[in-house]
């Protein structure tokens, strides 16, 4: 029995096994990476349903109407927005009465009475519905500053998220309304709304990544 035969044998047997097990991991790991790619893009598609999800729960009636006096508000004069941030109750012009009062009446239905006009201005406006209304602008605020944080942090998807909120980065009434919000209340207190809206001022929001 030629034993040297027998230990080269042994011996190449031994790094064919070796060799076969570093490809084996090297697959298994090939094949982990590539679960692990694929869930972590199930995942942060989720979360950015998840995200657009909270702000679509969260959107009511009054928030559109409260976006609409804001927009009306600013074209007519910014401080407006301004004072209601501050607490003050400013003089408003009667062509806002209709926005006001869709607003307020969500939350005192007698509230409405109280407003009236006279000379081109409403009257009967008071901090209560000063209050109201400024309600309405931080909760939308936080609502959506909430949502973007996603964005902001990458935990989810974002060119779905970008595509979602396209609108934000328009030029246009839908738009215009979160601007001045974040202007008034500070852009250092809605870090992701900022970041969202500047990052999108030079280009146009890309396709949505569906895969």
């Excluded at 094949?31 to 702000?55: C, F, G, M, P």
């Excluded at 926005?99 to 209560?128: N, Q, S, W």
């Excluded at 944080?149 to 934000?168: I, P, R, V």
Aim: charged content about 25%; glycine content about 6%.
């Amino acid at each position: 029995m030629d034993f040297g035969n027998i230990s080269e044998m042994i011996g190449a047997a031994a790094a064919i096994i070796t060799a076969a097990s570093v490809i084996i991991a090297a697959q298994q790991l090939k094949v982990s990476r590539r679960n692990w790619v694929a869930e972590n893009k199930r995942l942060k598609k989720q979360a950015a349903i998840d995200a657009a999800k909270i702000y679509i729960d969260n959107k009511r009636p009054e928030t559109d109407l409260m976006l609409q006096f804001v927009n009306n508000a600013c074209h007519i004069n910014s401080r407006i927005v301004q004072d209601i941030e501050k607490f003050h109750v400013p003089q408003l012009p009667v062509a806002l009465l209709d926005d006001v009062r869709g607003c307020v009446e969500f939350y005192d239905r007698d509230a409405v009475g109280e407003l009236g006009e006279e000379g081109g201005h409403i009257t009967g406006l008071t901090p209560k519905h000063v209050i109201q209304l400024r309600w309405l602008m931080i909760d939308y605020l936080n609502t959506l500053e909430a949502v973007l944080m996603y964005w902001w942090q990458g935990t989810a998807n974002e060119k779905l998220l970008e595509h979602e909120f396209s609108f934000l980065r328009e030029n246009s009434d839908s738009a215009r309304p979160v601007r001045h919000l974040v202007e008034a209340f500070g852009s250092g207190n809605f870090p992701a709304i900022s970041g969202f809206l500047k990052s999108g001022s030079h280009r146009n929001a890309p396709e949505p990544e569906f895969e």
